[in-house]
């Protein structure tokens, strides 16, 4: 496979095959159709135009195909975009498929279920316990291969599952240094968090808000899914709600999107090990495109922010 779209520089032609992400049309001042589209492969993403775009273009080029592209790569408020000259759908005998252009967790799918299903298992309060097992259960298709977010961080294939496994690890190196946190609670409130993003996200590929997402949020769909789960499993106790408050703080303030602020030990905690894991994501990710002695693009989600990546050695 040819170098990534990530590896391009300003005035380079590309010819090679992406992924839609997204489309959507537009209208030019001059009253003509154009379609955005944001093409990507595993290094990354680049905005793209199709000027002059037919009826027939906008019903071929949608979220999610695979097109072979061909255009010049030039740069619109200071970041780079591709001005597409020729683009058409992938055909059989192109030899390419959408798994090869989809970026994928650093972790094997079975690796990330391994350390869940044993972060399950330490668990000592049943109550906890079962209700964690049953959602995980329910739904471990689509953990394993959905993305944490549709943007800035863990938004690759089976990115929830990674993004839950490594703030599992963080949740176990703060029991040692703190032994008081109550392990099963923090350790639920991981697994469980973010499980509301398998209805709120359309698929793992490329994925879209679905209504439920856009109307009712991951978070309120986790709380009804952890008081449906205990009817289910005929659980009653002071466990169910506390679950509920965990998922339902952990983005920590109201105008994050929490209807609750922490109101528990853990839920703090969970609310900054959630934080780090998604900052340094997004962090690891932005210098690992970057050389030494370079700034990354601005990160939207860390205030626009550009981060230098230092000259010296770890």
């Not at 968090?193 to 808000?209: F, Q, T």
């Not at 449906?228 to 506390?242: H, M, R, S, Y």
């Not at 703080?249 to 922490?262: F, I, L, Q, T, V």
Request: no cysteine.
């Amino acid at each position: 496979m040819k170098k990534g779209i990530a590896n391009y520089q300003i005035g380079d032609t590309f010819d090679y095959f992406l992924f839609i992400k997204t489309s959507s049309k537009g209208v030019a001042s001059n009253g003509k159709a154009f379609l955005s589209l944001l093409l990507k492969d595993t290094t990354g993403e680049i905005d793209s135009k199709l000027w002059e775009a037919t009826k027939e273009d906008e019903e071929l080029f949608q979220q999610g195909e695979l097109v072979k592209v061909q255009g010049e790569v030039g740069q619109f408020r200071n970041r780079p975009q591709l001005k597409i000259q020729s683009i058409r759908p992938v055909q059989p005998t192109d030899g390419v498929q959408i798994s090869d252009f989809i970026e994928k967790a650093p972790v094997e799918k079975e690796d990330l279920m391994e350390r869940i299903t044993e972060a399950i298992f330490e668990m000592k309060n049943p109550n906890i316990q079962r209700i964690t097992r049953h959602l995980v259960k329910k739904y471990q298709e689509e953990l394993l291969i959905y993305p944490a977010a549709v943007r800035n961080h863990h938004e690759y294939v089976s990115g929830l599952a990674h993004h839950i496994v490594s703030m599992l690890n963080i949740a176990q190196q703060l029991k040692k240094l703190y032994p008081e946190i109550n392990q099963d609670l923090l350790y639920a409130g991981v697994i469980l968090h973010d499980l509301g993003k398998l209805k709120e996200l359309s698929n793992a590929a490329s994925p879209a808000y679905t209504l439920e997402g856009k109307l009712i949020g991951h978070i309120t769909i986790m709380v009804e899914e952890v008081q449906a789960a205990a009817q289910e499993l005929q659980i009653e106790g002071e466990e169910v709600t506390i679950l509920q408050h965990m998922v339902l703080s952990h983005h920590g303030k109201a105008e994050w999107g929490s209807p609750k602020p922490p109101l528990i030990r853990e839920a703090e905690l969970l609310h900054h090990i959630d934080m780090i894991d998604a900052q340094m994501n997004m962090l690891n990710r932005s210098l690992s495109k970057v050389a030494p002695g370079e700034f990354t693009d601005r990160i939207y989600a860390l205030d626009q922010r550009s981060f230098y990546k230092p000259t010296f050695e770890n």
